[in-house]
């Protein structure tokens, strides 16, 4: 199964922006969102199952909403009153063993 994230831009801060990621094949299990600011690790931000969010990291909690649509094996990712600290290239993966990483897709929120 390959991953590719799609539907990042540029946006000023408070804006929104809904993220995509399709997979090649059936959706796993344990879907997540994780994201990486230059200079800085990769880092998890959410995760669902197949029937509702797992949970979200603090940073992201109360502003992005993660959901799934199996028939269309894809993740979804709403990002709201999106902040500076939010700019970084954004991927999709499974949990708890991420498979190989796809493309990701760049997010910029300008202050």
């Known amino acids: 199964v390959q991953l590719q994230a799609s539907g990042g831009g540029l946006v000023q801060a408070g804006g929104s922006l809904r993220l995509s990621c399709a997979a090649s094949?059936?959706?796993?299990?344990?879907m997540a969102w994780f994201r990486q600011a230059p200079g800085k690790q990769r880092e998890y931000i959410a995760a669902?199952?197949?029937?509702?969010?797992?949970n979200y990291a603090d940073s992201v909690r109360g502003r992005f909403i993660i959901s799934r649509d199996d028939a269309r094996n894809t993740v979804y990712l709403q990002m709201n009153n999106l902040e500076p600290d939010d700019t970084a290239v954004y991927y999709c993966?499974?949990?708890?063993?991420?498979?190989?990483w796809g493309r990701g897709t760049q997010v910029t929120v300008s202050s």
């Open positions: 993966n499974t949990l708890p063993s991420p498979i190989s």
């Open positions: 094949g059936s959706l796993f299990n344990i």
């Open positions: 669902i199952t197949r029937t509702s969010p797992l």
